[in-house]
């Protein structure tokens, strides 16, 4: 088998905004807001945040150590640290994690896309019925999700096929400050609007007699599902990080850039809806029926301004997707470069067509065409379960307890103290963290998605 050399992000600035990419996108922009709404507001931003610094960094780290230890796509990278124990297949199941949730993701980035289009040619005005029956005529459309989900595919395959330098840290180094500039746009304008101060109170105002446990576990989840934890994405991107990037000092910053725009997209979504009066615990369904119809109203004095926020809403809607389908084909596309030892842009076709499959399916599934289902949901429900209550939990559990329990601590050391040139003072707290409390806040995740835990 021929060595295939080995690339790494060419500054420090560029394993940021690229890891960044990675972690910040549906999750924050789309997820979290809705996520905040049903949860209470400020008490759940509050233990979010706290999860995702006692938590997700710990977690974040660990796939940092495999990958830049393996030096190799993920896979690899769990297979080379455990050393032929059976404890490689956690990288296999992050593969296939990353590989399935591609597919159905395309999907969801093609509606972003179609509303971009929408509010170009005029169709986001009218009715809160107008939106809902807009959302529900397109998801179900057989041409139109399949064409837009293949567009965003297509957009992908081109950065990726460029490889890791030319492709990947250049668009981030573009797509990342402008996805900030777009989502300040918006936040300055939702703020200014009259009676938004009891949007800005609800994200800010802690009411402590709405914590409980679905509230902190919410949290938890969020935590996970917005960082990118366990789907291989960060593992793939630290088998390019340079020997001397600080893991720890990366992890917290992007940590922070998370958190940043997670906050920020309340800020965007919660100020407007509550000036017009919409409720702000309005579900999955907040971005592409109710953000609509809140910004028609918002702006309806200054309907050239509705339509500027709209758009721009759903042009950052769309690089957001974007950026998080980039660093999920990656995960892929490195795979099969470096197993199948093929050119790079050999293996970022051979992904980029298995996910137009996955994605056509998952789309016509949603009332195209009957029958394609599975355990009773349709394969774009069944895809979104697996991926996000099954495999994701499991293969975080499983990193946590190779790290903290079956890799010796010399090794973990090693990486986490860039071979003691660093201090490494946090390493025994992070240590204890992956050890015990990571396991056990995930397996409450698993168990509480399963059903089994309330």
Known sequence: MSKLKRVSFGSQLGVILATAGSAVGLGNVW????????????????????????????????????????????????????????????????????????????????????????????????????????????????????????????????????????????????????LFILLLVIVVASCMLPGAEKGIDFLFKPDFSKINSDVFLGALGQAFYSLSIAMGCLCTYASYFAKDTNLTKSASQIAVIDCLVAILAGLMIF??????????????????????????????????????????????????????????????????????????????????????????LCSLSLGAVDGLTAWGKTLFDCFDFVTGQVFLPIVGFLTCIFIGWAVPHQVVRDEFTNWGTLRGRFFHLYIFLVKYICPLAILFIFLHQLGLLN
Not at 68 to 84: F, L, P, W
Not at 307 to 327: D, E, G, K, Q
Request: charge should be positive; hydrophobic fraction near 50%; include cysteine.
């Open 31 to 178: 997820r979290f807001p809705y996520m905040t709404g049903q949860n209470g507001g400020a008490v759940f931003i509050i233990i979010y945040v706290v999860c995702v610094l006692l938590l997700g960094i710990p977690c974040m780290i660990s796939e940092f150590i495999v990958g830049r230890h393996g030096q190799a796509n993920t896979a690899r990278a769990y297979r080379k640290m455990a050393g032929g124990r059976p404890w490689a297949i956690i990288g296999y199941l992050g593969v296939l994690t990353g590989f399935l949730i591609t597919g159905y993701y395309a999907v969801v980035a093609g509606w972003c896309a179609q509303y971009i289009w929408a509010s170009l040619i005029g169709h986001m005005t009218g009715s809160p019925e107008y939106f809902k029956e807009y959302f529900v005529t397109l998801s179900s459309d057989p041409v139109k999700p399949v064409l837009w989900a293949v567009i965003m595919l297509g957009l992908t395959y081109l950065i990726i096929e460029k490889g890791v330098r030319d492709g990947i840290e250049r668009a981030s180094k573009v797509m990342m400050p402008t």
């Open 271 to 360: 100020p407007a809806a509550f000036a017009v009066g919409v409720n702000p615990d309005s579900g999955a369904s907040l971005v592409f029926i109710t953000l609509p119809n809140v910004f028609q109203q918002a702006f309806a004095g200054v309907p050239a301004l509705g339509y500027i926020i709209s758009l721009v809403f759903f042009a950052l809607l769309t690089l957001a997707a974007l950026t998080s389908l980039i660093s999920l084909h990656e995960v892929s596309t490195a795979f099969l470069h470096e197993e199948l030892v093929i050119t790079r842009k050999k293996a970022a076709f051979i992904v980029t067509v298995s996910t137009i499959i996955i994605g056509t």
